[in-house]
């Protein structure tokens, strides 16, 4: 659950009904959940940005740094007239110092379906203002039946464009794009990875204090959590007891392939 006014009364009444308990993430957790993307640290010139109902979420990773800010500007809020001037020029200001990024990558369900409308999987900045006031000049019933938008889709997207258009603009974006990666893909890989270091720190324990079979309880642990591994090793003991598959390199090339005896 997002923080709002009335989480907490939303969490109590989810709760009670699923009997499970929820936690509340606050704006700047969700933009620390981006950097689980597969490729958000795969280029320093490019920006992350989620724009939701109530808030938007950017994240850029930098030198070696992540980078990340919650604003409480969303498409639902500016809908609602509730987006304030001075988180506008709290925006202005964080963008201007991460002035170096060229492509800008949507998270979310505007973007996706904005994109979609235009049949593109990317667009330049100019492309990008003229189709977003191209879907402005329809009306709401013209949306829905042109895009095969749902209700609540179409009246929000305008909002959010403007949001994604005002950061496009100021950082001179020369590309957009979405992804199919969202919140809930993050939030799966953060609980996975948190499983699988506490099951390896439990797993080395074991093995220090026990002095177990490292071999046969690592493939187990792999096995387990359905991982694949690339294992590197010039033991070739090792190779035949752990491996489902083996590649040879002789010289750094390809020798050999295949399964173990």
């Known amino acids: 659950f997002r923080n709002s006014t009335n989480?907490?009364?939303?969490?109590?009444?989810?709760?009670?009904?699923?009997?499970?308990?929820?936690?509340?993430?606050?704006?700047?957790?969700?933009?620390?959940?981006?950097?689980?993307?597969?490729?958000?640290?795969?280029?320093?010139?490019?920006?992350?940005?989620?724009?939701?109902?109530?808030?938007?979420?950017?994240?850029?990773?930098?030198?070696?740094?992540?980078?990340?800010?919650?604003?409480?500007?969303?498409?639902?809020?500016?809908?609602?007239?509730?987006?304030?001037?001075?988180?506008?020029?709290?925006?202005?200001?964080?963008?201007?110092?991460?002035?170096?990024?060229?492509?800008?990558?949507?998270?979310?369900?505007?973007?996706?379906?904005?994109?979609?409308?235009?049949?593109?999987?990317?667009?330049?900045?100019?492309?990008?203002?003229?189709?977003?006031?191209?879907?402005?000049?329809?009306?709401?019933?013209?949306?829905?039946?042109?895009?095969?938008?749902?209700?609540?889709?179409?009246?929000?997207?305008?909002?959010?464009m403007l949001i994604y258009e005002r950061i496009i603009n100021q950082l001179k974006i020369k590309e957009i794009r979405s992804t199919k990666w969202g919140v809930s893909d993050s939030i799966a890989v953060k609980i996975f990875n948190e499983l699988y270091s506490k099951k390896i720190s439990m797993l080395m324990n074991d093995l220090l204090s026990e002095c177990g079979n490292v071999r046969f309880d690592l493939i187990n642990l792999f096995r387990e959590t359905k991982t694949t591994v690339l294992f590197v090793s010039h033991d070739t003991e090792d190779a035949m007891e752990m491996a489902d598959k083996i590649i040879v390199l002789n010289d750094g090339k390809v020798d050999q392939i295949g399964t173990p005896m």
């Not at 500016?78 to 200001?93: A, G, H, Y």
């Not at 019933?141 to 009246?155: C, G, H, L, Q």
């Open 7 to 160: 989480s907490e009364d939303a969490r109590r009444f989810v709760e009670n009904k699923i009997n499970h308990p929820l936690r509340i993430i606050s704006g700047l957790e969700e933009a620390k959940l981006i950097s689980y993307h597969p490729k958000a640290q795969s280029s320093s010139k490019k920006i992350f940005v989620d724009v939701g109902g109530g808030s938007t979420e950017l994240y850029i990773y930098k030198d070696g740094e992540h980078f990340i800010q919650s604003f409480q500007l969303g498409a639902v809020r500016m809908m609602l007239k509730k987006d304030k001037q001075l988180e506008w020029q709290r925006l202005k200001k964080w963008l201007s110092v991460h002035n170096d990024v060229h492509t800008l990558i949507g998270l979310g369900g505007n973007i996706k379906a904005f994109l979609n409308s235009c049949n593109s999987k990317k667009m330049s900045s100019k492309e990008f203002v003229k189709n977003a006031k191209n879907l402005k000049n329809l009306n709401l019933n013209e949306k829905i039946d042109t895009y095969n938008f749902s209700s609540d889709r179409a009246d929000v997207i305008d909002f959010a």
